[in-house]
Structure formats: structure tokens, C-alpha cells
């Protein structure tokens, strides 16, 4: 069974200063990872996701992943945060291979950029 | 180019009844899967239709079913509600491995 750890209910950052929302994976074979940004009574956007090659990935609005299969590790960063990226963050991850469709998403990290 | 849409938005039903929840994807996706996702907690996967078939399925009590129509649209049917079935329900549209979401369906089970 493939799972999603977001160890972080919320991580707070001051404004301009460099963000990580941590997410560890478990799946067996190579995973599939995405990212998704959920703002107040809306549904899920995507941000980035990593299905093979470099393990930094780079998405949308400034945003960044590491994936580190020794780690069994995906987490987001952005180098410089915007209040405007306060929102609610879902990792995901999906099996590789036929037969395998299903996102299981973590619980989400609220994160908090301060002004 | 319109997105991923979901009728209605919001929604309040009382014990046992039955609703029904629809979605049309965004254009050229020909895959279509359902999430709920109860307050505070990530979504969790329903089922996945393809091909108007359901492909896969999650840990969901039969209650809960599905139908894909030939234009890809697709519908969720929950019957016998629950308090616990109180949700947001999320619709996602796929062509490979990209997953795009709607705005949800806000069910509130009284």
C-alpha cells in the first residue's frame, strides 16, 4: 500500500525568507510525486510533479521539489516566499505501472507566510 | 478553454437520502476520478473511470457508485447517506499523468 507523511500541520515563514513543506512517501517501485496548493473553498491546483530524471523539479509559481530516494523524500521549496503563497499544501504519490491510477495525498501543511 | 467543472457546488441532504454529483472534465481528457475529502484531512481516492468503465476503486462502501458518460462527463451517486459522508468532493480530469481538479461539490449530510 502506498502512503503520504506531511509530518508539518503548518509551517510558518516571514515573508521573503526561504520555505520547505516536508512530505516522505512510501510506495513500492519508483513513485510517482506531485504537489497540489488548495486556497480556501477551492479545489485542487497543480504545482509540480516528478515522474522520472532530475531530481529537482522545478513548477509552478517559483515553487521547487527535491526528490530523494534514499530519503523516500519529496519536499517543497520556494527560495523566497510570498504571502500570497499562504494556502493549504498536499503532497501526493502514485504507484508506478499499469494498473495504478490512484493519488493518496497526505494530510496537507497549512502554510502561513507572515508580512 | 474551460476546465474541470462540478455541479452543484454546494449541497445539504438529510440521513439516508440519495444525491447525485456531476462533472465534466476539462477538454481533451478522457479520464475522470472522484475524491472526497472530509474537513481537515487530504482527499481520498473513490474510484477512477475510463473508457466508461470504473478502472479502479478505493476503500469506499458500495454506496458509493459512478457512471462515465460517451462525452466523458461523469457522475457520482452516494445512496443511504451518512453524517460521515459530509464532505468536499472533488472531480479530476486526466490525459496521462497530469490530474486536473475542480472546485469541489460541498456536501452537508443533517
Known amino acids: 500500500a502506498q502512503s503520504v507523511a506531511q509530518p508539518e500541520d503548518q509551517v510558518n515563514v516571514a515573508e521573503g525568507n526561504p520555505l520547505t513543506v516536508k512530505c516522505t512517501y512510501s510506495v513500492s517501485g519508483n513513485p510517482y510525486l506531485f504537489w497540489y496548493v488548495q486556497y480556501p473553498n477551492r479545489g485542487l491546483q497543480f504545482l509540480l510533479k516528478?515522474?522520472?530524471?532530475?531530481?529537482l523539479v522545478k513548477g509552478s509559481y517559483g515553487f521547487e521539489a527535491e526528490f530523494n530516494k534514499s530519503q523516500t523524500s519529496f519536499h517543497l521549496k520556494k527560495p523566497s516566499a510570498l504571502v500570497s503563497d499562504s494556502a493549504l499544501y498536499f503532497c501526493a504519490v502514485r504507484a508506478p505501472g499499469a494498473g495504478s491510477y490512484q493519488l493518496t495525498f497526505g494530510k496537507g501543511t497549512k502554510l502561513s507566510v507572515i508580512p | 478553454d474551460a476546465g474541470v467543472t462540478q455541479s452543484p457546488t454546494h449541497l445539504i441532504k438529510t440521513r439516508g437520502q440519495q444525491v447525485t454529483l456531476r462533472c465534466s472534465p476539462k477538454s481533451g481528457h478522457d479520464t475522470v476520478s472522484w475524491y472526497q475529502q472530509a474537513l481537515g484531512q487530504g482527499p481520498q481516492f473513490i474510484f477512477q473511470?475510463?473508457?466508461?468503465?470504473?478502472?479502479q476503486r478505493g476503500n469506499f462502501p458500495d454506496r458509493f457508485s459512478g457512471h462515465q458518460f460517451p462525452n466523458y462527463s461523469s457522475e457520482l451517486n452516494v445512496n443511504a447517506l451518512l453524517l460521515g459522508d459530509s464532505a468536499l468532493y472533488l472531480c479530476?480530469?486526466?490525459?496521462?499523468?497530469?490530474?486536473?481538479f475542480g472546485p469541489g461539490t460541498r456536501l452537508l449530510v443533517l
Open positions: 479530476a480530469s486526466s490525459l496521462g499523468q497530469g490530474r486536473h
Open positions: 473511470y475510463y473508457e466508461e468503465e470504473e478502472r
Open positions: 516528478y515522474i522520472t530524471g532530475d531530481n
